[in-house]
């Protein structure tokens, strides 16, 4: 089993000069700490380009990403944008088979903010779900920016097979840890 982590990017909000986002702050690091000696499994942190939300281009992201050893014992896992990031690449690859994904507070462009379409085209629906041998899960907290919570419930309505787990007050899920995050993995 490997594990591959989608970062997310700088908030469309957010005043790109002052460069105040940090992909490598935060839960992703001490996950990959749990996982390797705890679980023994690989973690993959991939870098893509352009860490903010006005400048991501989804074909950029997929050569990275397609360099990345993903299979059927792959578990997929994105916050924020790298979630949403997450359910394209599936749906732009329906033949990939993984063991799982877990989208953190995934952000999808309901509000299609993004000026060069990132996830303009993506199709969600249940197939995507069934690429991943244990399902997909999603963490989303009651107290997240509204086009978080939007992303979340266009989701669900899209793929309401996908495994909802319902947080309170935990923002954006900016922690240094993420306890949870381990439970909903199937290591096993």
């Not at 979630?83 to 990939?96: C, D, I, S």
């Not at 779900?129 to 309505?157: N, P, R, T």
């Not at 793929?159 to 096993?188: D, M, N």
Request: charged content about 25%; proline content about 5%; hydrophobic content about 40%.
């Amino acid at each position: 089993m490997n594990i591959v982590f989608c970062h997310g990017v700088m908030d469309p909000e957010q005043d790109w000069n002052a460069r105040t986002y940090n992909p490598t702050k935060g839960w992703k690091h001490w996950l990959e700490f749990m996982a390797e000696t705890k679980h023994d499994v690989i973690m993959q942190m991939p870098k893509f380009p352009h860490g903010h939300a006005l400048l991501m281009k989804y074909d950029e992201w997929a050569a990275i990403m397609d360099r990345q050893d993903i299979g059927e014992d792959t578990v997929l896992i994105g916050h924020s944008a790298g979630g949403g990031f997450v359910l394209k690449y599936l749906a732009t690859h329906p033949n990939l088979r993984i063991r799982q994904a877990v989208l953190v507070a995934p952000w999808i462009d309901v509000e299609n903010f993004q000026p060069f379409g990132f996830y303009q085209g993506m199709r969600l629906s249940n197939d995507l779900v069934a690429q991943a041998k244990e399902g997909i899960d999603l963490m989303i907290s009651d107290d997240d920016d509204s086009y978080i919570l939007g992303s979340a419930d266009k989701i669900m309505k899209d793929a309401p097979k996908v495994r909802l787990h319902r947080f309170a007050g935990r923002g954006h899920f900016l922690s240094p840890t993420l306890p949870e995050l381990l439970q909903i993995i199937k290591f096993e």
